[in-house]
């Protein structure tokens, strides 16, 4: 069972579908495929029963942060994860996997990956949009073995972003990252933890394949 991380942050029901959008298509590719239960949940039993944890978000860090406190799933998170349940937040839900945010103050986050979330304005260019939003490509670390999230795609694919802020000084934990004027961080890994700052729900065919593969891991 993959539990979606329900608290009043995120986008849910859109994750739900492209979960079950999966669903139909390995069921298509091997009728005999296993089939993914998914559940939208806030439930702390339901949470430490999944098999995977994802954590959707929207909005600021700062607020999340304290939505999952109210509670208590902020510890939950840590202690599944330092099990080595497969977690992987998507957006502001990557953020959060962080150590700190920088969005009105400084704020602490799960620290399941060293780093900050800092402001993107000071590395783009003056006339470049913000917040960030459209399709951009991935580019995977020279020298490194591309991530086991990314088995189902290519370097060069696009998927599609939304934020203002990205993680910064996390580069042991960079697994991909995106131009948009500057480099950017778009996703992250360390162990057991995964982080995607794009939405795949949002990303087409490359989201669906990132999922499955999360699934899969």
């Given at each position: 069972?993959?539990?979606?991380?329900?608290?009043?942050?995120?986008?849910?029901?859109?994750?739900?579908?492209?979960?079950?959008?999966?669903?139909?298509q390995?069921?298509?590719?091997?009728?005999?495929?296993?089939?993914?239960?998914?559940?939208?949940?806030?439930?702390?039993?339901?949470?430490?029963?999944?098999?995977?944890?994802?954590?959707?978000?929207?909005?600021?860090?700062?607020?999340?942060?304290?939505?999952?406190?109210?509670?208590?799933?902020?510890?939950?998170?840590?202690?599944?994860?330092?099990?080595?349940?497969?977690?992987?937040?998507?957006?502001?839900?990557?953020?959060?996997?962080?150590?700190?945010?920088?969005?009105?103050?400084?704020?602490q986050?799960?620290?399941?990956?060293?780093?900050?979330?800092?402001?993107?304005?000071?590395?783009?260019?003056?006339?470049y949009?913000?917040?960030?939003?459209?399709?951009?490509?991935?580019?995977?670390?020279?020298?490194?073995?591309?991530?086991?999230?990314f088995?189902?795609?290519?370097?060069?694919?696009?998927?599609?972003?939304?934020?203002?802020?990205?993680?910064?000084?996390?580069?042991?934990?960079?697994i991909?990252?995106?131009?948009?004027?500057?480099?950017?961080?778009?996703?992250?890994?360390?162990?057991?933890?995964?982080?995607?700052?794009?939405?795949?729900?949002?990303?087409?065919?490359?989201?669906?394949?990132?999922?499955?593969?999360?699934?899969?891991?």
């Amino acid at each position: 069972m993959i539990a979606i991380v329900d608290y009043g942050v995120g986008n849910l029901f859109s994750l739900k579908s492209s979960l079950q959008e999966v669903n139909r298509q390995c069921e298509a590719e091997d009728p005999s495929s296993p089939v993914i239960d998914v559940v939208v949940t806030g439930e702390p039993a339901l949470l430490r029963s999944a098999d995977k944890i994802i954590l959707p978000g929207v909005g600021a860090f700062g607020d999340a942060a304290a939505k999952l406190r109210e509670n208590h799933l902020d510890q939950i998170l840590i202690e599944e994860a330092h099990k080595g349940k497969p977690l992987l937040g998507i957006c502001l839900g990557m953020q959060l996997l962080l150590e700190t945010g920088e969005e009105y103050g400084i704020h602490q986050g799960l620290g399941l990956i060293p780093g900050r979330v800092v402001p993107i304005k000071p590395v783009i260019p003056k006339d470049y949009k913000i917040p960030h939003i459209g399709w951009n490509s991935l580019r995977f670390p020279a020298g490194k073995e591309k991530n086991p999230l990314f088995q189902y795609i290519e370097e060069g694919d696009y998927v599609y972003f939304v934020h203002s802020f990205y993680a910064a000084d996390c580069t042991e934990s960079v697994i991909a990252d995106t131009e948009y004027g500057g480099w950017l961080t778009a996703a992250v890994a360390s162990g057991n933890v995964y982080g995607c700052q794009f939405h795949p729900e949002k990303s087409g065919q490359t989201g669906l394949a990132i999922l499955r593969a999360f699934c899969q891991l």
